[in-house]
C-alpha cells in the first residue's frame, strides 16, 4: 500500500467533480485492497472504501477528508 499516493488522493477528493471523486475512490479503493483494479465502483464498494478511509485517516495520517466521506452529519436535537 502506498500511503503517500492515498495522500494524495484525498487531498485530490477536495473540491473535485463527481466524477473526479469516483476515479479518486476508484484509486485509493485499488491501492488499499478494498477493491480490485477494473471493477465499477458500485455504490456498495463506494461505501466499503469511504468506511475504509474513515478507519484508517488517523493511523496513517490522512489530510481531513470532505465532508461527505468522513461521515460527520449534523443531528437536530429533538427535544
Known amino acids: ?6 495522500k494524495a ?3 485530490l477528493l ?3 467533480s463527481a466524477s ?3 476515479t479518486r475512490l476508484k484509486n485509493i479503493g485499488v491501492c488499499a485492497g478494498v ?4 471493477e465499477y465502483l458500485t455504490p456498495q ?3 466499503a472504501v469511504t468506511l475504509w478511509l474513515r478507519a484508517n485517516a488517523v493511523r496513517l495520517r490522512l489530510p481531513q477528508l470532505p465532508i461527505e466521506f468522513a461521515g460527520e452529519k449534523r443531528s437536530q436535537s429533538s427535544n
Open 20 to 22: 473526479e471523486q469516483e
Open 14 to 16: 477536495q473540491g473535485a
Open 35 to 38: 477493491i480490485k483494479a477494473g
Open 1 to 6: 500500500m502506498n500511503v503517500d499516493f492515498i
Open 45 to 47: 464498494r463506494r461505501h
Open 9 to 11: 488522493q484525498v487531498r
